[in-house]
């Protein structure tokens, strides 16, 4: 059982444009989710990151938006570049747990 | 820091026979977790040791995969028979071992399994 998803495998944004990942969760005890930035031949690596008495986070260009009625949070990227081009991950975690539970990922593309 | 080292970073094998993956985690973290990245399931985590004691072993798909932690310096991902089916990269991860953490973990580089 999927706890958390990740509905499209890819994603291809124009230089410039924003890019919107999403990811939906099931368990209503998750309080920290996070996601990870993955280039091939390399490990995840953390990108940025959101507890549940929060609703938005941001980075620089990297926004994560967390709606828990709904179960569901995004990742925004403005202005998306071609070096974000890479598989990100969403990841969950509860409160008496150390461990992440991934999605399945959404390899992202930027083209010029 | 070094960071995360696992070993090999690319392992090919024949069906049956045994694999062995090793993980150095980051000096001072208490916590160490292998995970298994497939196309269809993602990042699976399949154990994690805690002060070098398993605390969660459920995802471990079968009696072929042991893992273990001798000391906080090392850990080990043994699958004995190896399958086709096992193929896959397989990653270690440390993180400081004091609860959930909007940082998350640091991962190692991983080790790609080929079984033929």
């Known amino acids: 059982d999927q706890q958390v998803k990740q509905n499209s495998p890819s994603l291809s944004v124009q230089e410039g444009r924003i890019s919107i990942l999403n990811c939906d969760y099931t368990n209503s005890m998750f309080d920290y989710f996070l996601w990870y930035k993955k280039y091939p031949a390399e490990g995840p690596t953390f990108l940025i990151s959101i507890s549940s008495i929060k609703d938005k986070n941001e980075d620089g260009r990297f926004t994560v938006f967390l709606n828990k009625s709904a179960k569901h949070l995004s990742l925004h990227i403005v202005p998306s570049q071609p070096g974000d081009s890479a598989v990100y991950f969403c990841?969950?975690?509860?409160?008496?747990?150390?461990?992440?539970?991934f999605g399945t990922g959404t390899r992202l593309q930027v083209f010029p | 820091d070094a960071g995360v080292i696992q070993s090999p970073r690319h392992e090919v094998t024949e069906m049956g026979q045994e694999v062995t993956l090793r993980c150095k985690p980051i000096s001072g973290h208490n916590s160490l977790f292998w995970y298994r990245q497939t196309m269809m399931r993602g990042l699976e985590l399949l154990i994690y040791f805690n002060n070098n004691v398993p605390i969660d072993d459920s995802g471990m798909p079968e009696d072929r995969f042991s893992a273990k932690m001798p000391n906080a310096s090392f850990s080990t991902l043994k699958i004995q028979p190896s399958e086709p089916r096992d193929s896959a990269v397989y990653f270690c991860?440390?993180?400081?071992?004091?609860?959930?953490?909007?940082?998350?973990?640091?991962f190692g580089s991983g080790t790609r399994l080929t079984v033929v």
């Open positions: 990841a969950a975690s509860s409160e008496n747990t150390d461990k992440l539970i």
């Open positions: 991860a440390s993180s400081l071992g004091t609860g959930p953490s909007l940082y998350g973990y640091t």
